[in-house]
Nanobody
Framework: QVYVVQSGGGLVQAGGSLRLSCAASGSILGRVAMGWYRQAPGKERELVAT???????NYADSLKGRFTISRDNAKNTVYLQMNSLKPEDTGVYYC?????????WGQGTQVTVSS
């Protein structure tokens, strides 16, 4: 079994910053690919950023330069640093972990950016 637990998020004013964390535990051997997605009210879930087991990163084009994904391999934890936040960044942010071709999701965390 794999467990994915998220932390961070909350309410921030436009222009502010937040950092999300996502820790994976359980039956994990070695590095795993991890990612962040988000879902705004009334919209579908969309890619934010991913990081492979080899530390290659991929970002949604609209978020490049403002969001940074990183990881702590010793802790099987991935982070999402979000800077210069905008009201349109509001939504529920989800972390996922790919373990042996199975995708495990975190519980989601609310990010609200006020104007």
């Amino acid at each position: 079994q794999v467990y994915v637990v998220q932390s961070g998020g909350g309410l921030v004013q436009a222009g502010g910053s937040l950092r999300l964390s996502c820790a994976a535990s359980g039956s994990i051997l070695g590095r795993v690919a991890m990612g962040w997605y988000r879902q705004a009210p009334g919209k579908e879930r969309e890619l934010v950023a991913t990081i492979t087991s080899g530390d290659n990163t991929n970002y949604a084009d609209s978020l490049k330069g403002r969001f940074t994904i990183s990881r702590d391999n010793a802790k099987n934890t991935v982070y999402l640093q979000m800077n210069s936040l905008k009201p349109e960044d509001t939504g529920v942010y989800y972390c996922n972990v790919l373990v042996r071709n199975n995708l495990y999701w975190g519980q989601g965390t609310q990010v609200t950016v006020s104007s």
